[in-house]
């Protein structure tokens, strides 16, 4: 059974620092491009990041650009998301999703979500 | 950047049919997914490449294109369906995942 589950959320103050992971298990992870999701309280979702199943590619939205940053260990069938320089609006839950193989294909499997909360 | 447009709310009775859309500019040449996400759940994928559905979902969901909006339309439609739905694309220009604003279906 496919499963992806985040940790690591929290509060933070403004300009703090937090380190979220996801765990991966269920399927080969190291195939697999996987992407973190955002949902500011009562909002939408916003797409975050992305990283390529190598790690070598990785792409970010605006909104976050040059403050998280995105990594992944195919031996520990982990992804990260090192947030720094936190504003109160990055509050929200954060999901890992699995990008189904191949590019462009859909976000097919979800973890629950961890909620970070940025707050002085 | 890539801008995904859906109404904000849409409302139907039981039994009858709700249609979803999700605008965006050249979204033909885009593969469009859908998600449905019921309150205090994480999102579920329910359509994707445009029309496909995965297992376990009702073929009372379907996916279309036509022109510059995408649709997703439920038939047959259950208090179960009350939901909010994303449609979302890839941008190859920016490379970015974008979602649409999400449109909440209320079943009256």
């Known amino acids: 059974e496919v499963q992806v589950m985040e940790s690591g959320g929290g509060l933070v103050h403004p300009g703090g620092s937090l380190r979220l992971s996801c765990a991966a298990s269920g399927f080969t992870f190291s195939s697999y491009e996987m992407n973190w999701v955002r949902q500011a309280p009562g909002k939408g979702l916003e797409w975050v990041s992305y990283?390529?199943?190598?790690?070598?590619?990785?792409h970010y939205a605006d909104s976050v650009k040059g403050r998280f940053t995105v990594s992944r260990d195919n031996a520990r069938n982990s992804v990260y998301l090192q947030m720094n320089s936190l504003r109160v609006e990055d509050t929200a839950i954060y999901y890992c999703?699995?990008?189904?193989?191949?590019?462009?294909?859909?976000?097919?499997?979800w973890g629950q979500g961890t909620l970070v909360t940025v707050s002085s | 950047s890539y801008v995904l447009t859906q109404p904000p709310s849409v409302s139907v009775a039981p039994g009858q049919t709700a249609k979803i859309t999700c605008e965006g500019n050249n979204i033909g040449a885009k593969i469009v997914h859908w998600y449905q996400q019921r309150p205090g759940q994480a999102p579920v994928l329910v359509v994707y490449d445009d029309g496909d559905r995965p297992s376990g979902i009702p073929e009372r969901l379907s996916g279309s294109k036509s022109g510059n909006t995408a649709t997703l339309t439920i038939s047959r439609v259950e208090a179960g369906d009350e939901a909010d739905y994303y449609c979302?694309?890839?941008?190859?220009?920016?490379?970015?995942?974008?979602f649409g604003g999400g449109t909440k279906l209320t079943v009256l």
């Open positions: 999703a699995r990008e189904d193989i191949p590019a462009d294909g859909p976000f097919d499997y």
């Open positions: 990283i390529h199943s190598s790690g070598n590619f990785i």
């Open positions: 979302q694309v890839w941008d190859t220009s920016s490379l970015h995942r974008v």
